[in-house]
């Protein structure tokens, strides 16, 4: 009897023990995610005839991209998968190795290679996917919001010095379409997490 109770007072510690540990591994996810988050789809024309190794080149902006929308939203947002594809121009992001204007649109949004790097490619998506308008136009703009092209993050209520009239500021326009991203963005939630790899599928036509 001594020996039963012994051997039940040890299994309620460690019960006690577990549970201490499950809690706090809740509490440390708790205030991260909510719900599955939203994974995006984009299609990337090529202009030019491109080989496979400069086709995958692009990819790596494209991750850094999808890295930064990570953080920003809480790992909320990320790109999922892309659609590769040379020798056309009906991308989403239509990209030419010789267009060196300023991209602009919300579809078939044209890039060059000095656009192709994380700031200017989440700005861009910003238009394509998550219905965001331009922050920089007005001055001062925004502090730290990636649509006044001034850092990797979003503006929010408070922050906001853009379209201020008649254009929330992009967190509350990201909040309307994208229902389970937190009220407020956390960047510190997402520290020493990733994004996962995007998944994609290169079409390499031509000669290259
Ligand atoms: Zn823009
Ligand atoms: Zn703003």
Redesign the pocket.
């Given at each position: 009897m001594k020996n039963v109770r012994a051997v039940s007072a040890a299994a309620i510690v460690s019960m006690i023990a577990t549970l201490c540990v499950v809690s706090a591994a809740a509490l440390a996810t708790s205030t991260r995610a909510r719900g599955r988050p939203y994974t995006l789809r984009i299609y990337v024309s090529v202009k030019q005839d491109a080989s496979g190794e400069q086709l995958r080149a692009l990819l790596r902006p494209l991750q850094a991209a999808s890295e930064r929308l990570y953080h920003a939203t809480g790992g909320m947002i990320y790109i999922g998968r892309v659609l590769l594809r040379d020798r056309r121009t009906d991308g989403e992001l239509a990209f030419s190795y010789r267009f060196n204007r300023t991209?602009?649109g919300a579809r078939n949004i044209p890039m060059g290679p000095a656009h192709w790097w994380d700031r200017t490619l989440m700005?861009?998506i910003?238009?394509l996917k998550l219905a965001?308008?331009?922050?920089?136009r007005r001055k001062p703009t925004c502090p730290r919001c990636v649509?006044a092209?001034n850092s990797y993050g979003f503006c929010h209520k408070g922050k906001h010095r853009g379209h201020t009239r008649w254009r929330p500021d992009c967190w509350t326009r990201l909040r309307q379409f994208y229902r389970r991203l937190p009220r407020y963005a956390q960047r510190a939630r997402t520290r020493g997490e990733h994004a996962p790899p995007i998944r994609a599928r290169i079409v390499n036509t031509g000669q290259k």
């Open positions: 991209p602009h700005h861009e910003g238009h965001l308008w331009d922050e920089y649509m092209l």
